[in-house]
């Protein structure tokens, strides 16, 4: 490690920006975040860099003087010219100054890291000037990690900490950290409830002691499939979680965002498979979160769709446990998104359904006459079993033969496939390619195809 790492305190030290284009302005932009008095040497500047002078959050001074650094905490250096650069390095250098001629590495003392801001708290991520486009890279994989509300408890934690040491036995604060930084109170502010969650800490404060800690269950939607179509508040609840509960169709990736340590259980549902029968799944879910864990039931698409979420929230409330559903991205979103085509259209498909193929075991099969209308688009999941019966169901209520049909497997995959046909040839399609589930079918119905009213015909004749 050639770079030292440190953060410097800025209250009311100079920092002397000198060149005035956009290369300036966006060191400029980073100073702005702190308290640091910021003097410009250029002779002219960009139109920001005016409404900073203009505003009167910095100095301009048009030509070098002996002064110029004198005093300066830190020096950033874009002029343009690679003579007048070094020049200026050299005289700040000799003021005392810390360096930085950007894009010139060799003339710097110190590079400016990427920086992931929740004020007061800062992860700065520095390649020494090596690949400044890694460490972009990784500061946006840390943004993702950071709910935009951290900071805002971090510094609520900050000015409770006197009072902390006051009433909890130096023995106990360890734990009365981890419970501010993991329980109830942290999960409220980030959920934008600012004074329930400070209301918590002054509360636990107050008796001397962190409460018992409190189970928790979010049932998260995994998407279709690839990772990075997972929420950021999916990630953030993988990253807490002390178990998940997966499905078969959540991709091992999506795994690998959970914590090292978190457990993780299998509980493989699949259709017509009985070795872990919902109730099995809801005693599990509810017995951990009794324990007082950070439960996930991770589910592939969104909890709410299809996702038996009724009888575990039903469950977990039967237990007086806190509950929550993530949303995930559904399969019919990422089917339409894969093969490039809207789920609506105006002026062709106006109303938007989803449905299932299969339902529970000895109920009837939906009733499908009312999918039949001009203008619906309809998502069938759980279908390929049932292609056959959903072809001859629609043209039996009037659906045209020829309406176009998408049938996209495994979508958002590396083994996503997609077909195209139409609806009456939609069973002998899946027979001859072969698709296997998962794979929703993709059904319009779109106005240009409806049979003329009888009306019509009438005034035509």
Excluded at 80 to 89: F, I, K, Q, T, V
């Amino acid at each position: 490690m050639k770079n030292f790492p440190m953060f410097l305190r800025m209250d009311g030290r100079r920092v002397v920006l000198c060149g005035g284009d956009e290369e300036v302005a966006r060191k400029a932009r980073l100073i702005l975040k702190t308290e640091a008095r910021i003097t410009i040497l250029a002779e002219t500047l960009d139109s920001e860099l005016q409404g900073l002078v203009a505003s009167g959050r910095a100095d301009h001074v048009t030509a070098l003087q002996d002064d110029t650094f004198a005093q300066a905490a830190l020096v950033f250096i874009a002029t343009g010219d690679e003579g007048r650069d070094a020049l200026l390095a050299h005289r700040a250098r000799a003021a005392g100054a810390v360096v930085n001629v950007i894009d010139r590495p060799e003339l710097c003392d110190a590079f400016t890291p990427s920086i992931v801001d929740r004020d007061p708290l800062v992860v700065a991520i520095g390649t020494e000037g090596a690949a400044p486009v890694l460490g972009r890279a990784i500061k946006t994989e840390i943004e993702t990690m950071l709910p935009p509300r951290l900071g805002g408890f971090v510094a609520l934690a900050g000015r409770l900490r006197d009072a902390v040491a006051q009433s909890i036995p130096q023995a106990d604060r360890r734990g009365f950290w981890e419970w501010a930084f993991s329980g109830a109170a942290f999960r409220a502010h980030l959920a934008g409830r600012e004074r329930a969650a400070a209301d918590m800490l002054k509360a636990a404060i107050a008796d001397g002691q962190a409460p018992a800690r409190q189970g928790h269950i979010a049932l998260v939607g995994a998407g279709p499939g690839a990772r990075d179509l997972l929420t950021l508040r999916a990630v953030h609840r993988l990253q807490q979680a002390d178990v998940i509960f997966y499905d078969r169709l959540v991709d091992p990736e999506v795994l690998e965002l959970a914590r090292r340590d978190a457990d993780r259980v299998y509980v493989g549902k699949e259709v017509g498979a009985c070795a872990w029968p919902q109730d099995k799944i809801d005693r599990l879910i509810v017995a951990e979160a009794a324990q007082g864990k950070r439960v996930v039931r991770l589910k592939s698409g969104d909890p709410s769709i299809f996702g038996r979420a009724c009888e575990e929230i039903a469950a977990a409330r039967a237990a007086g446990i806190e509950v929550e559903i993530v949303p995930g991205i559904t399969a019919a979103s990422a089917a339409a998104a894969a093969i490039g085509r809207p789920l609506t259209e105006r002026g062709e498909t106006d109303t938007f359904v989803i449905t299932t193929g299969t339902c529970r075991p000895g109920d009837a099969d939906p009733d499908r006459a009312h999918l039949a209308r001009p203008g619906t688009a309809a998502a069938f999941y759980m279908a390929v079993d049932k292609a056959e019966a959903v072809q001859s169901d629609l043209i039996a209520a009037g659906t045209p033969g020829s309406c176009p049909v998408d049938i996209v497997a495994a979508v958002s995959t590396g083994r996503q496939r997609h077909v195209a046909t139409t609806l009456d040839s939609l069973a002998a399609t899946m027979r001859a390619s072969g698709v296997q589930s998962p794979a929703i079918l993709l059904v319009r119905h779109p106005k240009s195809l409806a049979a003329p009213r009888a009306e019509d015909t009438r005034q035509v004749a």
